[in-house]
């Protein structure tokens, strides 16, 4: 999938015409990232956890 992947808060937004971050309005973005996790469920993931995700959403691990 293509999309900006937000260094703050590692949302990832699809569309080119991004310009800050639906989440944190951070406009510090990556279009480079490794690792891709989708949250459904961040009261129950580890990992939403460990990013410190509270919504849901698709999320880069390591924005570059
Ligand atoms: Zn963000």
């Not at 690792?35 to 691990?61: F, N």
Request: hydrophobic share 30%; aromatic share 8%.
């Amino acid at each position: 999938m293509k999309g900006k992947a937000c260094r703050n808060c590692h949302f990832i937004q699809k569309g080119t015409n991004v310009r800050s971050c639906e989440r944190c309005k951070s406009t510090d973005f990556s279009t480079e990232y490794q690792g891709l996790v989708i949250i459904l469920d961040p009261k129950g993931s580890i990992v939403a956890r460990k990013l410190g995700v509270t919504r849901d959403g698709w999320y880069a691990i390591k924005p570059r």
